[in-house]
């Protein structure tokens, strides 16, 4: 079986601050692993995402992730964060099934930004 | 193109009834996924379909129905809605990248009340 723990629900920053967010995972298989971002009142979207290949990945915004298979992490950070960033992320791990996936996330972390 | 739309955006339903909430998605994707969010438990998966015309169990499937009739819509069925029902559904689906699926797009939710 899979599962996720996002240890920290809360974030609290400063604008520009750098932060991270924590994601540990558990699985006997090969996975892949997401991170996906939902801002108030609305559906998750998909932020970043490790399938294979180079463990750093990256987003459009500024925000990357690093696959850490020894450590079975994939915390997610940005050097430095702004108010709009304020919003719940959720990690998650799926399994490499051929036609669907089941998507095992996590409780979510909301990061909160103060100017 | 929409994506994917969720119908109703809310509902506030009386114990007991019937009550049928709507998922279309316009990407030709050949699977699809109920979830539920709640409060600090994340996303737990309800029902999955990983083409028309099957269906699976998730995570917390009892007292949900699905059907996949076409590739575009999934409904979800509560048969007989109980107040620990309440919560933010989300419809999510994936299509099919070199024969594995990876990136799950969600809906925008919709918003259940049991009294």
């Known amino acids: 079986a899979q599962s996720v723990t996002q240890l920290d629900s809360q974030v609290p920053v400063f604008e520009e601050a750098p932060v991270e967010l924590r994601c540990n995972y558990s699985?006997?298989?090969?996975?892949?692993l997401f991170w996906y971002v939902q801002y108030p009142n609305q559906g998750l979207q998909l932020l970043l995402k490790y399938l294979s290949g180079s463990t750093l990945v990256e987003s459009i915004n500024g925000f990357e992730a690093e696959f850490n298979k020894s450590q079975t992490s994939f915390h997610l950070r940005k050097p430095s964060v702004h108010i709009s960033d304020t919003a719940e992320y959720f990690c998650?791990?799926?399994?490499?099934?051929?036609?669907?996936?089941?998507?095992?996330f996590g409780t979510g972390t909301r990061l909160l930004v103060s100017p | 193109i929409a994506g994917i739309t969720q119908a109703p955006t809310s509902q506030i339903l009386a114990a007991g009834r019937r009550m049928t909430l709507r998922c279309t998605q316009d990407m030709r994707h050949n699977a699809m996924y109920w979830y539920r969010q709640d409060l600090g438990l994340g996303l737990r998966l309800i029902h999955y379909s990983n083409t028309a015309g099957t269906t699976g169990k998730g995570e917390v499937p009892d007292g949900y129905s699905v059907s996949r009739a076409n590739t575009d819509d999934f409904p979800l069925t509560l048969a007989s809605a109980v107040p620990s029902q309440t919560s933010v559904y989300f419809c999510?689906?994936?299509?099919?990248?070199?024969?594995?699926?990876?990136?799950?797009?969600f809906g925008p939710g919709t918003r259940l009340t049991v009294l």
């Open positions: 998650a791990v799926g399994s490499r099934n051929t036609g669907f996936q089941k998507l095992v």
């Open positions: 699985s006997s298989v090969s996975v892949y």
């Open positions: 999510a689906s994936s299509g099919l990248a070199g024969g594995t699926t990876d990136t799950q797009y």
